[in-house]
């Protein structure tokens, strides 16, 4: 047993701010080794975030609890799937103050209960270098089609982009500047899409993911998993808080920033009306054709790629 707190001992430590979130039966109010899941969820995944390198270390801890949840969401959501049961890997700080724990379980709690889902287990230690956070998330596909992987693109194909891209490049550069704004609220508490993309997405879609390590370089990881080619129109692709018409470079520079946890998805030309008349955020930015890799365009010409299409983990 780890020692967090001088005063707190791990397992009182999870008494006292986790095991009230854990509220369903599998959970066991914490106190065992193994939670048992609901037996309706079929779809898992996992994302961890890092001090220093997916938040700064100055982003108010309830903000980073809350974009925990959603970098799991939306992975859920571009799956066809809707979140059901979460296991969360906690390495705290020994020299991090208790409050911030307090607002760090107050927050993750409320932000699984916006998606619908629930604390069942997880463990906890002490971290000698900055916060560590992992969370582990199942779902329950939305139909029997569900989940929708990235491979299924076909030729003809649409695709299509939820929501806005570059929020989370806008918003990093601002909050490193300690500029307050939509844009670092965006960086530090992502806008995902609406829980009825998923709906969409299990009915209506060949292809799927989320969009978190730049929209380009995603777009390649697609098409690469799919066996397949894709043109985007780069001048359809919407951005956060600015108009279309925007030079070509800062248009480049937010459509390979990364964090934007939105949605990239294909579907046959033949569902664009359901898709249109959703009510939801949908933008049609490309199409899927033969062969191999992403091409682009500019208000109907062609365009180079960039050399770095998003965000590359570098472990070397």
């Not at 898992?44 to 799991?72: M, Q, S, Y």
């Not at 992987?149 to 550069?173: E, M, N």
């Not at 690469?224 to 520079?253: N, R, T, W």
Request: net charge negative.
């Amino acid at each position: 047993m780890s020692l967090l707190f001088p005063l707190m001992s791990e397992f009182n430590w999870i008494k006292q701010y986790f095991a009230p979130l854990a509220t369903r039966k599998g959970a066991a109010g914490l106190v065992d080794d193994a939670a048992e899941l609901s037996g309706k969820a079929s779809v898992v995944t996992v994302d961890a975030l890092v001090e220093g390198v997916h938040f700064l270390p100055d982003d108010p801890i309830d903000t980073v609890a809350r974009k925990l949840v959603r970098v799991n969401v939306s992975d859920m959501i571009a799956k066809g799937a809707r979140p059901d049961e979460a296991l969360l890997t906690l390495g705290w700080p020994a020299g991090r103050d208790e409050a911030e724990l307090a607002q760090f379980a107050k927050a993750l709690g409320e932000e699984l209960g916006v998606w619908g889902a629930s604390l069942i287990g997880g463990d906890t230690a002490a971290s000698p270098n900055g916060l560590f956070l992992s969370l582990t998330l199942t779902g329950v596909p939305t139909n029997a089609r569900a989940p929708i992987r990235r491979s299924g693109a076909q030729l003809g194909d649409l695709i299509w982009v939820s929501g806005r891209i570059g929020g989370g490049a806008l918003g990093l550069a601002d909050a490193r500047q300690s500029i307050t704004g939509a844009a670092a609220d965006y960086y530090r508490v992502p806008e995902i899409p609406e829980l009825n993309l998923a709906d969409l997405i299990a009915a209506h879609a060949s292809a799927s993911m989320d969009i978190s390590d730049g929209l380009l370089a995603d777009a390649q990881k697609l098409l690469a998993a799919s066996g397949c080619a894709g043109s985007i129109a780069l001048e359809k692709v919407p951005v956060f808080g600015m108009a279309a018409a925007m030079p070509l470079e800062a248009k480049l520079a937010l459509c390979t920033g990364g964090d934007d946890y939105q949605c990239l998805f294909c579907a046959p030309e033949a569902e664009t009306g359901v898709l249109l008349e959703s009510g939801l955020e949908l933008s049609q930015i490309g199409v899927i054709s033969a062969g191999e890799g992403l091409s682009l365009t500019w208000e109907g010409g062609p365009l180079e790629l960039p050399q770095q299409a998003g965000f590359e983990h570098n472990f070397s």
